[in-house]
């Protein structure tokens, strides 16, 4: 079982920046491979970014490539999700999730993943 802890979410003017950070429980943290998700008002969850257990293997939503950088601590339990220059179309809460896999494995699929945080909410206005 994972416990997963979202933070660093917020208002922020077009063109800004904002790092998510999200913490793990657990003492296996490097086997879960983790990945960022979106959700807008109105829109289904969609895949943003990914990271391997080992941290070696990311890959990136088309609309955030070049902007957002996911990363991890696995000494700490955490992954990142660095943003950007931000637009209004990156308003959504995100969500960190979790699935136990190889470490050079990658994920972007929701069904994929068996754990989720609860989301936090960015917003970035015009």
């Known amino acids: 079982q994972v416990q997963l802890v979202e933070s660093g979410g917020g208002l922020v003017q077009a063109g800004g920046s904002l790092r998510l950070s999200c913490a793990a429980s657990?003492?296996?943290?490097?086997?879960?491979?983790m990945g960022w998700f979106r959700q807008a008002p109105g829109k289904e969850r969609e895949f943003v970014a990914a990271i391997s257990g080992s941290g070696f293997t990311t890959d990136y939503a088309d609309s955030v490539k070049g902007r957002f950088t996911i990363s991890r601590d696995n000494t700490k339990n955490t992954v990142y999700l660095q943003m950007n220059s931000l637009t209004q179309e990156d308003t959504a809460v995100y969500y960190c999730a979790a699935a136990w896999a190889d470490t050079v494995v990658v994920l972007t699929t929701t069904t994929k993943y068996d754990y989720w945080g609860q989301g936090t909410q960015v917003t970035v206005s015009s």
């Open positions: 657990g003492r296996t943290f490097r086997r879960y491979a």
